[in-house]
């Protein structure tokens, strides 16, 4: 197996239906690789395709053209060999935090013994941080809790991919540098190959290996890949008292900074042809 492919994007297209006319290409010849262990954000407007395509790569989004090989393997539909975190981790609110994340478990290891299945979701609530919470049901934790919930359910499954859809979007600053600690953790002890969208350059610096930016759509693809050469585990005090730190996110909002004013060109040109 090719490690530094581990995760092949060829050629992917993404045509959603128009019920007014021709389908609407949003995603158009998008190309990335990404290396085994390797953990990779996306960043991009709202709307030019990030969820489209992390989504086609969990197999819950048919791919129109092109294709995905995650581990050798052309993808065909969802498997527990690729795990998601969406910005709402959606428990079961009759379920504790042990249970939800259980019943994933319980789907992907039926063979697994009870035992043997305890100890992956109590390791899992654990290395989020909710050893003492695990029985807890979602009303009675907070929304950063509950999303340490998601993630734990996540990794739990011991996924080969982790595809994570803004996963602290929705937490205040403080949790959300809590959570990207936790992840970091993982990802360091796990070493799993990660895909992670994120409208924070701040967070893609410090959490990627690269970040890939997503021109607009439609027809978006991948504009520019940037290497972030940090060592690690990473200390966000020292990173954050770096120039390249700073080099880096210039170079992320310079380029949203030249989509938007293309996007505004485009409109322009549009309404004067009009
Ligand atoms: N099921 C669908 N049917 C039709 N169009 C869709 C569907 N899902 C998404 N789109 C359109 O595809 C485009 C890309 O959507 P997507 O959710 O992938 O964007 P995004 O980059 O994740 O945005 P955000 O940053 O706001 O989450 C948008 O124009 C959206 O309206
Ligand atoms: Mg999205």
């Known amino acids: 197996m090719n490690e530094e492919k581990y995760v092949e994007i060829f050629n992917l297209v993404k045509a959603y239906p128009n019920p007014f006319g021709e389908a609407v290409k949003v995603v158009d010849g998008f190309n990335l690789n990404i290396r085994k262990g390797e953990v990779i954000s996306i960043i991009g407007h709202s709307g030019c395709g990030k969820s489209t395509v992390l989504t086609m790569l969990a197999g819950l989004n048919e791919i129109s053209d092109g294709g995905i090989v995650v581990a050798g393997r052309e993808i065909t539909g969802p498997g527990p060999d690729r795990a998601v975190v969406f910005q709402a981790p959606c428990l079961l609110p009759w379920m504790t935090a042990y249970q939800n994340v259980m019943l ?161 060109a485009r409109k322009q040109k549009a309404a004067i042809s009009a």
């Open 104 to 264: 994933g478990v319980k789907q992907c290891y039926p063979h697994a013994e009870k035992a043997q299945r305890r100890i992956i979701v109590e390791y899992s609530l654990s290395v989020v941080g909710l050893a003492d919470s695990m029985h807890k049901y979602p009303r009675e934790l907070s929304g950063g809790m509950q999303q340490r919930v998601g993630i734990a359910r996540a990794i739990a499954l011991k996924p080969k991919v982790l595809l994570l859809d803004e996963p602290f979007g929705r937490l205040d600053s403080l949790t959300r540098m809590e959570l990207q600690d936790v992840i970091l953790g993982i990802l360091d002890r796990e070493k799993i190959t990660t895909m992670m969208i994120t409208h924070d350059p701040d967070e893609a610096v410090y959490m990627s290996d690269r970040i890939c930016m997503m021109t607009n759509g439609p027809h978006a693809h991948v504009g520019e890949i940037m290497e972030i050469d940090f060592e690690r585990p990473r200390d966000r005090e020292a990173i954050m008292e770096t120039d390249a730190f700073y080099a880096y996110r210039r170079r992320l909002l310079q380029f949203l900074d030249d989509c938007e004013a293309e996007k505004h």
